[in-house]
T-cell receptor
Framework: AQSVAQPEDQVNVAEGNPLTVKCTYS??????LFWYVQYPNRGLQFLLK??????LVKGSYGFEAEFNKSQTSFHLKKPSALVSDSALYFC??????????????FGAGTRLAVHP | SQTIHQWPATLVQPVGSPLSLECTVE??????LYWYRQAAGRGLQLLFY??????ISSEVPQNLSASRPQDRQFILSSKKLLLSDSGFYLC???????????FGEGSWLTVV
């Protein structure tokens, strides 16, 4: 079955330290991978995506993600966390189905808490 | 640039009352449109998607329906709300030739 897993319900990090939010996936074919961020009572904001090319993808607000095909992972990273990065982060993968239909499958989300 | 508008932002409705949530997209033509529901502040469930006017596909059977009367307008409706319909509803769009889905700001629905 095609799926996305975010193994950590919450990640705690001190301001100024590097952060990693983990994501693994299972899809048939080449994966299209995405990260979104959601602040309280707001919609999801697109951060970055991997479609093809360089395995290290840079996105908004200083975030980056590394695609690892052998480990089927797409972890979100930032070298130095800010308190304002505290939010809910979603990993998503585009899954393809018969008849040419495809849709985004979202992980359950990881809550990032950055402490001063 | 493209923008998406979703309203109302907050809605409190009694059980058995009708529902209408609206979403419009500006700055693009013939987008794919989506309705998602987010329960308990976490997981996202795709409810409906549309690839064109009058073309609606439902992901899960439920008490809700969707319509696309115009190219950039997507409406989520119910004739009689249930308590279980409460949640955060998100409209989203994607350019027909693009890969990225973009979300609106969401609508909080509380059924009482």
């Amino acid at each position: 079955a095609q799926s996305v897993a975010q193994p950590e319900d919450q990640v705690n990090v001190a301001e100024g330290n590097p952060l990693t939010v983990k994501c693994t996936y299972s899809v048939s074919g080449n994966p299209y991978l995405f990260w979104y961020v959601q602040y309280p009572n707001r919609g999801l904001q697109f951060l970055l995506k991997y479609i093809t090319g360089d395995n290290l993808v840079k996105g908004s607000y200083g975030f980056e993600a590394e695609f690892n095909k052998s480990q089927t992972s797409f972890h979100l990273k930032k070298p130095s966390a800010l308190v304002s990065d505290s939010a809910l982060y979603f990993c998503a993968v585009r899954a393809s189905f018969s008849g040419g239909y495809n849709k985004l499958i979202f992980g359950a989300g990881t809550r990032l808490a950055v402490h001063p | 640039s493209q923008t998406i508008h979703q309203w109302p932002a907050t809605l409190v409705q009694p059980v058995g009352s009708p529902l209408s949530l609206e979403c419009t997209v500006e700055g693009t033509s013939n987008p794919n449109l989506y309705w998602y529901r987010q329960a308990a502040g976490r997981g996202l469930q795709l409810l409906f998607y549309s690839v064109g006017i009058g073309q609606i596909s439902s992901e899960v059977p439920q008490n809700l329906s969707a319509s696309r009367p115009q190219d950039r307008q997507f409406i989520l409706s119910s004739k009689k709300l249930l308590l279980s319909d409460s949640g955060f509803y998100l409209c989203a769009w994607r350019d027909r030739g693009g890969n990225t889905i973009y979300f609106g700001e969401g609508s909080w629905l509380t059924v009482v």
